[in-house]
């Protein structure tokens, strides 16, 4: 009897020499060794074997049987591996445990496990359990090796063990009635064929039921059949001793249920799949074995959300690992102030790549756990963008702040500007700077906003506008005191140096006209800051404040004692040298020089009381608020309108009489010894 499959012999060279073309390392690896312990290695051997990278695209195939039935030769034939081999000649028996190797020119996992006949020993039954369970628990397909005589005898150890397969397997798939199922291969040894292959098959699928029936099933699945969790195929060998060609030509065909998918025995359908991915594979055997081992509860669902979660965080932190390393460079620059160009695009790029590579492996696992390790990858990779996030928009603000003062700066130089506009202008490129740079740091799914910095942002133009306001009004209400300042000095210089009794009211007149003019331009002015009318009535009074006390200044400067002297020497002079024509006396012994004297001395001492008070008797309505006024602009100073009135106290007058009298009292001794010496000729 031969393997019944319909291939041509072209096509079984083919898949031949593919699979002798071949040249990976397979070494194997002792996956669980004598002390039940479960490797650490496996990762590594995944990478030789070129499987690390697999995802779903390989598969796992478990072989049971009593000791020496060739278990370990047919998988070395089968699929390349290295298996150990009980010697002909010595007979003893091979390392026990569980073995693993890949498959020659396939990704195809081989379990190759040692000792799964205990029965036969008498020993260790409970190891044969726990492979059992751990083979079950990670393989698509489990091979059962066992010789053309044993077939029948339902009392043999080949059944205890099936029994044994059976059992764990209701333990592992309860819940997944029907979802789960396992393909189990029968490979007749040393088939003679004498008994066709359906007879043998026919013979075994009865046993088979048997123990189905004969199991005790736990509650709920009562009822359920063999075939809701496995499926069955049947196959056998010839003698590999008696005819070696005819033993390598059936495994080459054999082989081929396991590499072509296009085989209509092909072994390893999707359903089988226990949807573990390559790169987890460890994970999930090793936690299985452990529970094994510890005789926990396994469930094969739970192992997968728990295989998913672990899987996920470690595929989780390497991609984080990655992603922030990529900004560390960014770290000083942003602390010292300066705003990354393209922050924004590197942000969502980084993240994208972060969430990418975790896409790639994740995605495999158990979705809902997928799903929810995304979104907190999503969430720290986040927070850990916001703190740059925020650092750049604390620089944008920074920046913007500068340019808008910057800007209203340059504005206010220009003559004639309108402090409104100027304002506004600068809070254009301010806000045009700004919002343009967060915008382009606003990632996608955060709750990220500028909002409050912008707030702050407006509150700083705010304060610097409101300062270069007052700056600004204080320096035009300068030039306004200066202006009055050019107006009223002249006139009143020529005022007080030919002082009569109407001077102050002309004062006031000057006064006034200088006061209208500055008034005007701070109303002109006032419509350009948008003041208040409050705001606009200081203005005025400041203005005026300033305008009177610098104009008391320049009295005091006119009144100062030299030049006030001489103001009294000219109008004494005036009268007493000069005629009425204006012309100089030449004194005669006749003429009343003492008279004289007396009037011209009268008369400049009238100056001194006209000095001494400012007189507002012709404008009884002038007068200067003393009151306290709100100062906005303008610094605060103590105004005393009355005080300033003013100029030359009593006492003061009384002292400049008498020196005015000492000094005059040169000009009558000049005049009398004049006529003297004109009497003497
Ligand atoms: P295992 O313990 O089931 O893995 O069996 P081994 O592969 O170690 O083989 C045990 C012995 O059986 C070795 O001496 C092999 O040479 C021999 N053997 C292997 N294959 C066959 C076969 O197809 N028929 C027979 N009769 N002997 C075989
Ligand atoms: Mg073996």
Redesign the pocket.
């Known amino acids: 009897a031969t393997v019944p499959n319909g291939y041509s012999h072209d096509v079984v060279e083919t898949f031949k020499a593919k699979w002798e073309q071949d040249t990976t390392d397979l070494p194997r690896l002792q996956v669980i060794d004598e002390e039940k312990k479960f490797t650490e290695e496996m990762p590594d051997y995944m990478k030789t074997w070129g499987l690390g990278e697999a995802g779903f695209n390989y598969n796992v195939v478990a072989v049971f049987?009593s000791?020496?039935?060739?278990?370990?030769?047919?998988l070395n034939r089968l699929f390349g591996t290295s298996f150990?081999?009980?010697?002909?000649v010595q007979r003893k028996q091979?390392t026990k445990g569980i073995w693993m190797s890949r498959g020659r020119g396939m990704h195809v996992l081989i379990m190759?496990v040692e000792g799964t006949d205990g029965r036969e020993r008498g020993e260790d039954q409970d190891f044969e359990r726990k492979s059992a369970l751990f083979s079950i628990a990670t393989s698509e397909v489990i091979i059962l090796?066992l010789w053309e005589h044993q077939v029948g005898l339902y009392q043999g150890a080949n059944m205890g063990l099936l029994k044994t397969v059976f059992e764990v397997n209701l333990q592992l798939f309860q819940a997944h009635k029907g979802n789960e199922k396992t393909l189990l291969l029968f490979v007749i040894?040393?088939f003679v064929g004498a008994t066709p292959l359906v007879n043998l098959s026919n013979t075994l699928q009865a046993d088979l039921d048997k123990i189905w029936v004969g199991l005790s099933k736990p509650e709920g699945l009562e009822d359920c059949k063999i075939t809701d969790y496995f499926d069955f195929m049947y196959t056998a060998?010839p003698?590999?001793?008696l005819v070696p060609e005819k033993?390598d030509d059936e495994v080459s065909k054999l082989r081929l249920r396991f590499i072509d998918p296009q085989h209509p025995n092909f072994v390893f359908q999707p359903h089988y799949h226990k949807r573990v991915p390559a790169d987890g594979l460890h994970i999930y055997a090793g936690g299985i074995w452990d529970k094994i081992q510890s005789n926990k509860d396994l469930d094969l669902p739970t192992q997968q959300e728990l295989l998913a979660q672990y899987r996920c965080d470690e595929i989780a932190n390497v991609a984080l690992a990655a992603f922030t390393a990529k900004f560390i460079q960014y770290k000083r620059p942003i602390e010292s102030g300066s705003v990354i160009e393209n922050l924004g695009p590197e942000m969502l790029e980084a993240r994208n790549v972060a969430i990418k590579a975790f896409d790639k492996d994740a995605s495999r696992y158990h979705a809902e756990v997928y799903k929810r390790k995304r979104l907190e990858l999503l969430a720290k990779a986040n927070t850990f963008l916001q703190t740059y996030y925020l650092g750049q928009l604390k620089n944008l603000h920074k920046k913007a702040s500068g340019l808008f003062k910057d800007t209203l700066t340059q504005n206010i130089k220009s003559p004639n500007y309108d402090f409104l506009t100027a304002v506004q202008s600068a809070r254009m490129a301010g806000d045009e700077y700004f919002l343009a740079g967060a915008k382009a740091i606003l990632l996608p799914e955060t709750d990220w906003t500028y909002e409050d910095e912008h707030a702050q942002l407006e509150a700083d133009y705010e304060e610097v506008a409101s300062k270069a306001r007052a700056d600004e009004v204080r320096k035009m209400e300068k030039s306004l005191e200066k202006m009055v300042q050019l107006e009223v000095n002249e006139p009143l210089s020529l005022l007080l140096n030919n002082a009569n009794p109407g001077a102050w009211h002309k004062v006031v007149l000057i006064f006034h006209k200088a006061m209208d003019k500055g008034k005007e331009t701070l109303i002109k002015q006032a419509k350009s800051f948008s003041s208040s009318d409050a705001e606009l009535k200081e203005s005025v009074i400041n203005l005026e404040r300033r305008s009177w006390q610098l104009l008391r200044k320049k009295i005091d400067e006119e009144m100062e004692d030299s030049r006030l002297l001489l103001k009294l020497r000219n109008r004494f002079e005036e009268k007493f040298r000069y005629d009425e024509h204006g012309l100089p006396r030449v004194w005669k012994p006749e003429d009343d020089i003492d008279g004289h004297f007396q009037t011209a001395r009268e008369e400049a001492l009238k100056l001194l009381p006209l000095f001494g008070n400012i007189d507002l008797s012709e404008d009884t309505d002038f007068v200067i608020s003393s009151d306290d006024v709100c100062i906005l602009f303008s610094l605060s100073y103590d105004f005393d309108f009355e005080a300033s009135l003013t100029i030359l106290s009593e006492s003061k007058q009384a002292d400049l009489t008498q020196r005015f009298k000492r000094e005059s009292d040169a000009f009558y001794l000049e005049a009398k010894r004049s006529t003297v010496a004109t009497t003497a000729k």
Do not use: A, P, V
């Open positions: 049987g000791q020496s039935t060739g278990k370990s030769t047919l150990d081999i009980m010697s002909e091979t190759d090796n040894r040393d060998l003698h590999k001793i033993f």
